[in-house]
């Protein structure tokens, strides 16, 4: 068991409300309102602008070469993730200027601001820990909504995305941060900040939650 699996183990009610989260289970079943979606791939082009920040502070806070580059190829899947929003706001008529000037929900601000605090306050293992419910919980989540494959999904209305987190090459950029959050685990933990690292990894898991319920919130509105 790698410090992720023991991370979602001690945190298994919060990494659940996340991974199981009626937005995700909608989303699978295509019944997931369109308001919701656009409200949440907004806020989530919002939320990466500040994780690509994360990944900043992630290089100033390495000490090894290797952990710089790391972080590089993390800031640069981010970058490269945020072509999906704007190709998918486009087809709304958004362009990426009015997505990035549109105003942060609070559930955005808790969360990017969170991590960025624990990597502020933290060192490099509290800021991976923080980030880790994101980038390897979406592709725990692509996988549970394809578990045939992208190509199974034929004319679902969420086949874009869904086949974005559960296609080779964000699973492979998952399987990269799980290990590297197993280096430093190795590197820098013990079994009494174990118990710290898996409340941090909760709280991150619940802050992913809330932004899910953000936007089913949005659609009732």
Not at 181 to 188: G, N
Not at 205 to 210: K, N, T, V
Request: glycine share 6%; proline share 3%.
């Amino acid at each position: 068991m790698d410090i992720f699996d023991r991370l979602k183990t001690a945190a298994t009610a919060d990494w659940q409300s996340y991974v199981d989260h009626d937005f995700v289970r909608r989303m699978g079943a295509g019944t997931l309102p369109e308001e919701a979606f656009r409200t949440y791939l907004v806020q989530d082009y919002l939320f990466l602008i500040q994780f690509a920040r994360a990944y900043a502070l992630a290089t100033y806070k390495s000490r090894t070469l290797a952990d710089m580059k790391a972080a590089q190829a993390g800031l640069a899947a981010i970058l490269d993730e945020m072509d999906l929003h704007v190709r998918l706001c486009g087809r709304w008529g958004l362009t990426p200027d009015a997505i990035e000037a549109a105003p942060e929900h609070q559930a955005t601000v808790a969360y990017t601001r969170f991590v960025l605090d624990c990597g502020a306050a933290g060192d490099l293992l509290d800021l991976h820990v923080a980030l880790a419910p994101c980038v390897v919980g979406y592709a725990e989540i692509g996988r549970n909504l394809a578990p045939n494959g992208a190509g199974a999904l034929g004319e679902h209305p969420y086949r874009e995305w869904i086949a974005e987190y559960a296609g080779d090459a964000y699973q492979d950029i998952a399987a990269r941060a799980r290990r590297h959050l197993d280096d430093l685990a190795a590197r820098a933990m013990t079994e009494q900040r174990f118990i710290e690292l898996a409340a941090l990894f909760g709280k991150a898991s619940r802050l992913e939650a809330d932004f899910w319920q953000m936007g089913l919130d949005a659609a009732e509105r």
